[in-house]
């Protein structure tokens, strides 16, 4: 039966690119292994893929049944439809754990680096297998988006090495020059509906019971976003009674290394009383979701 890998909903750059990653050691090791994405990828993925002349995974609508490696999450709110009836044989992760079970042993490796590609990196020269030019080009991208050109808190000093090394792989030379190009393709907002910036790059978890969404955008320069506020307020408030008791926008500047955090919620002040008070809701130095935000909500929520 062929396995297939598969990374979150409102898939990232490290989503797409483990699977693919993942999928391509599986293959030297023998396995009948296939890359699927959980949705439309990004114009920063679709940019990666182009870049080192990638095709795009097909879409699994339905894990229902088949047998599945998750990258880069382990929350089924998070995961594509059907998970719970799935059968996972494998995890490479680096957040949180979620709430994924399995009835039988699995390979899993979940480790707090700054990308899941970092970790992948790790499992190949495990199984001293080869990583071509387009796997190094994709695995690095997804560390330089995830780790937001190395600013964000979540680096480590393996995901710099980790870098170094794939970038000789890939034929890359300048890193900086590379993540800003990715960068600016997906600080691209003109003429993108309000609703899917509010989804480009969210996550929806279940906190003390209650379902919070937060969505996130990486910008540039948060000038780009200064017209919309106001629709993007709206798009969170229509998401918010879908069924949910919160949803929170990080609005990142990954040159000013800060966030402005938008929230929407029926409970009064909640943005302040967990992140504290702030001018404009600027935060500065925040830039992670996974270790700035996700942690706060959840000891709030759960005390
Ligand atoms: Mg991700
Ligand atoms: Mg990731
Ligand atoms: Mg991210």
Redesign the pocket.
């Known amino acids: 039966m062929v396995i297939y890998v598969i990374g979150h909903k409102s898939p ?1 750059s ?2 797409v690119c483990a699977a693919l990653a993942v999928a391509d050691l599986k293959r030297q090791l023998g396995d009948d292994v296939e890359a699927r994405v959980a949705g439309e990828i990004n114009s920063e993925s679709r940019f990666i893929l182009e870049k080192f002349g990638v095709g795009v995974p097909d879409i699994l609508e339905d894990a229902s049944g088949k047998e599945i490696i998750l990258v ?1 999450h382990t929350d089924l709110s998070q995961a594509v439809v059907g998970m719970e009836n799935a059968e996972i044989v494998g995890i490479v992760d ?1 957040h949180k754990l979620g709430d994924v079970t399995t009835s039988k042993p699995l390979e899993i490796l979940v480790r707090p680096l700054g ?2 590609c970092t970790i992948i990196k790790g499992l190949f020269d495990y199984y001293e297998k080869r990583i071509s030019r387009e796997i190094a080009g994709l695995m690095l991208c997804a560390i330089l988006s ?1 780790s937001v050109i190395f600013r964000s808190p979540t680096t480590t000093d393996e995901d710099r090495r980790v870098a170094r090394e794939l970038a000789e792989i890939a034929g890359i030379e300048n890193l900086e020059e590379l993540g800003m190009e990715m960068f600016r393709v997906k600080s691209e907002v003109e003429g993108v509906l309000a609703r899917d910036l509010v989804m480009r790059d969210y996550k929806d978890f279940e906190m003390g019971g209650k379902r919070i969404g937060i969505g996130q955008l990486e910008l540039v320069d948060l000038e780009l976003v200064a017209g919309i506020r106001n629709e993007l307020l709206e798009e969170m408030r229509k998401l918010k009674d879908e069924g949910r008791h919160a949803v929170f926008l990080m609005l990142t500047d990954i040159m000013k290394e800060g966030t402005e955090l938008l929230c929407v919620s029926d409970e009064e002040g909640l943005r302040e009383r967990v992140f504290g008070d702030s001018e404009d809701g600027w935060l500065e130095g925040m830039m992670s979701r996974k270790k700035q935000v996700v942690p706060e909500l959840e000891k709030y929520f759960s005390s």
């Open positions: 990232d490290d989503s880069d680096h990308s899941t995830d």
